[in-house]
């Protein structure tokens, strides 16, 4: 058995292989070079660009297997709290005490406002009248509903719009104001999420900046703001009727049909 070398003069037998084409190169200036020295040079080459290209394969292999599985123990973790917190809700439909709801989606470790708080906005997709409110009224208790306003004022567009979404969710009519000073300079997706957020707390004081705001979008959308503004009920038909007046362009027939249909629709069904 051959003796192995001693570390120190591994990497001299490692410096000295890779020196060798160079040394090559300078002792032959270009074109010079015999062709041996030239295709020994080329090999060299390869080999070390092979040699790099496979550990950055393996490194990136291994980033998404680690970026994988922390997104699946975390995906995990995020279910297990949302079925901690949904007990909550269904205190709320059992009519249990009021602070023994908010206690229930009180955050207990990290995380878990944001939540409790994803919990709650779910359930409000669903729930009405009595039950709605309470879950509203805990929101605001545990001051989710201030830090979605803070959320507005987030140098992250994406911050901005899930608070949009919420605070329309939670119909927060102390939102109105915030929301109507922002709708104009924000991003075009952006504008839609707050005139949605708008068209659900449902104050028809806003009608007025939904004109506002539609001169500021691509006629393909105006139907979709028309489409909001319906959300208002019969209020709305008198600035719908102004902004199908202004870009009649944007309202083919059949879409005028439609928002008839709706007008009268509006105008049978009964005040609540």
């Known amino acids: 058995m051959r003796p192995s070398l001693p570390s120190s003069r591994k990497s001299l ?4 292989l890779f020196l060798l084409p160079v040394s090559a190169a300078a002792q032959f200036p270009a074109g010079v070079l015999p062709p041996e020295a030239g295709a020994r040079i080329s ?3 390869v080999i070390y660009a092979s040699i790099v290209l496979f550990w950055l394969v393996v490194a990136l292999f291994a980033y998404m297997l680690l970026f994988r599985s922390y997104h699946r123990v975390r995906t995990a973790y995020r279910n297990r709290r949302k079925d901690f917190f949904k007990q909550g809700v269904e205190l709320v439909l059992m009519e249990e005490p009021f602070e023994k709801v908010v206690e229930a ?7 878990d406002a944001d939540i409790a708080h994803e919990v709650m906005l779910e359930s409000m997709r669903y729930l009405q ?7 509203r009224e805990a929101a605001y208790r545990l001051g989710y509903v ?10 992250d567009r994406h911050c901005r719009g899930r608070a949009m979404e919420a605070l329309g969710l939670m119909k927060t009519s102390q939102a109105i104001v915030a929301l109507l000073s922002i709708v104009e300079k924000e991003h075009l997706d952006l504008r ?6 708008l068209a659900n707390i449902g104050d028809p004081a806003a009608l007025p900046y939904f ?3 539609a001169r500021t979008l691509p006629p393909a959308m105006l139907t979709r703001v028309a489409s909001l503004m319906l959300e208002f009920g019969p209020a709305a038909h008198r600035h719908i009727r102004e902004l199908m007046r202004l870009y009649p362009q944007a309202f083919p027939p059949r879409v005028l049909e439609e928002l008839l249909k709706q007008f009268a629709a509006d105008i049978e069904r009964p005040a609540t």
Request: glycine fraction near 4%; proline fraction near 10%; aromatic fraction near 8%.
């Open 211 to 213: 004109l506002r705001t």
């Open 192 to 197: 839609l999420v707050a005139l949605r957020a």
């Open 13 to 16: 037998a490692l410096g000295a």
């Open 105 to 111: 989606f009180r955050p207990r470790r990290p995380l």
């Open 146 to 155: 201030a830090d979605r306003i803070r959320d507005l004022d987030s140098r």
């Open 129 to 135: 009248g009595p039950p709605f409110e309470t879950i």
């Open 43 to 45: 090999l060299v080459f």
